[in-house]
Structures are given as structure tokens and as C-alpha cells.
């Protein structure tokens, strides 16, 4: 067997950057998805940020379960701040070009902030749990203290686990490809571009997404079995609705976030067939719940409602 003479320095050749191509199949008009993302992007920091505000103004809100949502809402943000620039960018400017470091510094942070959201839903299933089957004792358990215990251990156990997604795609030789058809650093949008061997990064997307994200759908489903069968022993149907009203709004941010995550699991394997679905689902996963969180909440939650319109009236009569 002879190897021909270019093979060898085609081997040996390392790409610099990688381009961001956006959205596959429909480059020659996807900058008109500029406008709706801006809008979604804008939206999602307006209300994250208002939310943040309202919590810290009203006396009232400083309860765990207000606290929870507060860090939900700064994780939201940087979620959406870490991938909506660059796709703006991409959309206005045909800005595709993003060097190898920042690229994997991106699929690291994104990663972080994705785990550090599930985490934060388990946190608001554990006060729930607490608050609705043992509510005499949810004052001396579920704490400020407890808050800030459960926060750090997500933000270790999402900053620690997720560091060998990063690193084991460095390790891969990218020779001959560099264009990435996708809006932002996948794990294996990136990795599907290396000429060796990329089993392990697979592997351990696998088991991440198994270990991390399935065992917080885990305690967050046996959570809620747990208070739909201390609400059902409730005698009086009327306590029973406002113990699940309590729940409402933080059950349809789980349900649309991992139903969303699961979609985006089956669609990868038809990126063939239509490659755009998964991207496109990809992009809104990470700019809609940020959007999308806040609102549900300020919508179900009469507390907060009140304290966004103390805050509007303020500013009225203040202009």
C-alpha cells in the first residue's frame, strides 16, 4: 500500500478556527431570523433583569422559593447571552469565523449554564416538596442557608463534570474541515468535524446527559408523585387546588425545558434528512426559556404580579 504524498501533510494539518455557516439549508435568507431572535434575546433580559428587581424590592419576595427563581433568572441570562451575540453577529455581519479557544470555551459555558438550569428546576421541586407535604417544617429546612448550599453544589457539580466535554474535543486533530453547520459550538456539531477517532466524546456526551440531566428529571418526577399523593389525601378540594397552584407555572417550565432537550436528543439523528430541525431547536432551546421563564412565573404568581405593578406605578409617578 502507498500512501500518495499529499495524504501525509493533509494528516499533519490543524484548522485555525472554525466557520460558523447558521442555519443549514437556508443560508440565502436566515438573516431575516435576525429580527424574532433580537426580539427574543431583548425580552429575555428585559424580564430576567425585572424580575431580579422585583424580588430584591419587595420585602415580601425574600423567601427561598423567590430566591430560586432569582438565580433561575441569572442563569437564563447568561445562557442567552452566551450564544445570542455571536449568532446576531453571524445573521447581521456574516461574522462565521470563531477561533478554536473561544469555540470550546463557548460548548463549555453553554453546557454549564444548560446543567445549571436543570439543577436550579430540582432545587424548586425540592421547595415545593418540602412546602406541600411537610409544611411544618419547611421553615427550618428549607432556609437561606439551604439555598445557598444547594446553589454551590449545583454550580460545582455543572462547572466540574462538564469540563472534559471542552477538553476531549481539543484533543481531536480537525485537518480538513472547518465549517460547522450551526449557529453556535455544539459538542458534536464540532467534533462530527475530526478526522480521528471521536468515540469517547460521544460516550461521554452520553453519559452526562444520562448521569446529569437524568437524575434530575429523576427526584424532579418523584417530587411531584410525592405531592400529587399529599394532595389527594387533602379532605378539602379547595386546599388541594391552591397547594397545586403552587406548582403550575414551575411544572410547564419543566415540562416544555425537557420535552425540548428529549426532541433535540431524537432530531440529531435525522440531521441528515433535515438538517435545520435541530439546529433551529437548539437555538430556541437556549433563548426561549430564558424569555419564556420569567413571564410564566409573573403570570401564575399573584406575589409577583403585585410587585411588578408597584413597580410600574413607581416609575409613573416618578416620571
Known amino acids: ?28 435568507w436566515q438573516h431575516w431570523l435576525s429580527l424574532p431572535l433580537a426580539l427574543l434575546y431583548l425580552l429575555a433580559l428585559t424580564a430576567n433583569i425585572l424580575i431580579l428587581i422585583i424580588i430584591n424590592q419587595e420585602a415580601t419576595l425574600h423567601q427561598p422559593m423567590y430566591y430560586f427563581l432569582g438565580i433561575l433568572a441569572v442563569v437564563d441570562m447568561g445562557l442567552a447571552t452566551t450564544i445570542m451575540p455571536k449568532i446576531l453577529a453571524i445573521l447581521w455581519f456574516s461574522a462565521k469565523a470563531i477561533s478554536l479557544p473561544e469555540c470550546f470555551a463557548q460548548m463549555y459555558v453553554i453546557h454549564c449554564f444548560v446543567g445549571m438550569e436543570s439543577g436550579i428546576f430540582v432545587c424548586m421541586a425540592i421547595d415545593r416538596y418540602v412546602a406541600i407535604c411537610k409544611p411544618l417544617h419547611y421553615p427550618a429546612i428549607i432556609t437561606e442557608s439551604f439555598v445557598v448550599k444547594a446553589t454551590v453544589l449545583m454550580a460545582l457539580r455543572n462547572t466540574l463534570t462538564t469540563i472534559p466535554v471542552p477538553v476531549l474535543a481539543a484533543q481531536r486533530h480537525y485537518c480538513s474541515q472547518n465549517q460547522i453547520e450551526h449557529c453556535l459550538c455544539s459538542n458534536l456539531g464540532v467534533t ?7 468515540t469517547i466524546n460521544s460516550i461521554y456526551q452520553l453519559l452526562l446527559a444520562w448521569t446529569l440531566m437524568g437524575s434530575d428529571v429523576a427526584l424532579i418526577f418523584l417530587s411531584y408523585v410525592l405531592i400529587l399523593h399529599s394532595v389527594l389525601k387533602l379532605n378539602s378540594a379547595e386546599a388541594a387546588s391552591k397547594a397545586l397552584s403552587t406548582c403550575t407555572s414551575h411544572l410547564i417550565l419543566i415540562l416544555f425545558f425537557y420535552t425540548v432537550v428529549i426532541v433535540i436528543s431524537i432530531t440529531h439523528n435525522a440531521t441528515m434528512t433535515f438538517p435545520l430541525v435541530p439546529v433551529l431547536l437548539n437555538v430556541l432551546h437556549n433563548v426561549i426559556p430564558p424569555a419564556l421563564n420569567p413571564m410564566v412565573y409573573a403570570l401564575k404568581n399573584k406575589e409577583l404580579r403585585e410587585g411588578l405593578y408597584k413597580l410600574v406605578n413607581q416609575e409613573g409617578s416618578s416620571s
Open 1 to 28: 500500500m502507498f500512501q500518495h504524498p499529499g495524504d501525509s501533510n493533509i494528516s499533519k494539518f490543524q484548522v485555525s478556527e472554525f466557520i460558523l455557516m447558521g442555519f443549514p439549508g437556508i443560508h440565502t
Open 192 to 198: 462530527s468535524l475530526s478526522c480521528d477517532d471521536r
